[in-house]
């Protein structure tokens, strides 16, 4: 523990009882990150959203979704370079019917995240300034992934 | 960044504004994997859920949650694998007095989720085919886990 | 798997429709963690929050959340060596720009949390008895962080 200190803003509260779902669908183009930012963005304005969070979930096991720098596209490598380490293939898994790189993909999607929720203030997403997000593909060829947004809260009249 | 397409379906929205909690308790065999997908699926079809998120959290810092492939048990026999040898015994942990399990399971704890969201449409949880929800135990003997199941949303009247 | 048992309480039921948001600043003292866990319930409790849920998101990629042992100092201390000995500095990353520890600091934030979300029941955050919340600053030198909170739910009349 260090020393710190802390400051917080007023609570600011609203009335909401809205729930409103999509199925987003990515194809991704082998291992690595697609961004999806943009389109998380477009569903809220779609729903009218203002005051709330929105939730990613992702149907998959050997894919997952993390939130990360957008700035530099090294990072992304970097990153990649990272899960291989932790979780590398022909490592001795008992789990190698489906390819060498399919047991590592579980391990990297149990290290990351299948749900993320951010939350969403005056209609827009409260990301930092550097926060992009992504789904990660975890197998080595191009695969089709599901990832369902939803978003809880108080809507444009 | 690779070469990806991108679809969405049409935003669906409900008005709703139901909240119900329940606690799970899991009786663990000690260090593995078990399976709640069914207890949750019990739990919403009680609380008369239709369209909403559910969420689960754990109460421990030496077991976590983890959604994973169901198909295969090798698959969590290689994640118990890939855990431990991320976290390894007696790695000159400071923290040992709680046995030479302990640290590791903190450690283990931090790498996976203490808490899930998971949209429910139609009254079902939006799992993938292969998803299934698990407690993940980290310590070496059985324990009794406890798990707040909490569904937000839109009930059937 | 393993053998288990299985036992829940009867789900209880709410009606709710109130969303509570603030920006909590928190200056971390360089790399290590800060107990944010009082400040999250000082905000509910001016939210007069009764039942629902409590979102923390971190709106940064070199530092983020967890929630872990709050009795024992110790287990914060083989916390950092755990992510350390999993994200080392200099291992050959190439994005190296900002210094030594801002890859590291990257890989650290995606195999931990950016958003956590804790159920709140009869007014207290459902945590057990040794969880605390954490902002775990990633960055050799310390930094202003922001986390927002969010309370959806039920509220005292």
Do not use: C
Request: charged share 20%; proline share 5%.
């Amino acid at each position: 523990m260090r020393p710190h200190s802390l400051s917080r803003s007023a609570p600011s509260t609203v009335h909401a009882n809205t729930i409103t779902s999509s199925l987003l669908s990515v194809a991704t183009g082998g291992a690595g990150f697609t961004d999806i930012t943009r389109e998380v963005a477009k569903f809220l304005r779609e729903a009218g959203a203002r005051e709330g969070a929105v939730t990613l979930f992702i149907r998959h096991t050997s894919a997952s979704l993390t939130i990360q720098e957008n700035a530099d596209p090294s990072v992304l490598q970097d990153l990649t370079t990272a899960l291989n380490r932790l979780a590398p293939e022909n490592a001795g898994w008992v789990h190698d019917t489906e390819g060498a790189d399919d047991m590592p993909a579980h391990i990297k999607t149990m290290l990351t995240s299948v749900s993320l929720q951010i939350p969403v203030l005056n209609g827009e997403m409260a990301l930092g300034t550097w926060q992009g997000i992504y789904v990660a593909e975890h197998r080595a060829r191009p695969h089709r992934r599901e990832i369902v947004l939803q978003f809880i809260g108080s809507v444009a009249p």
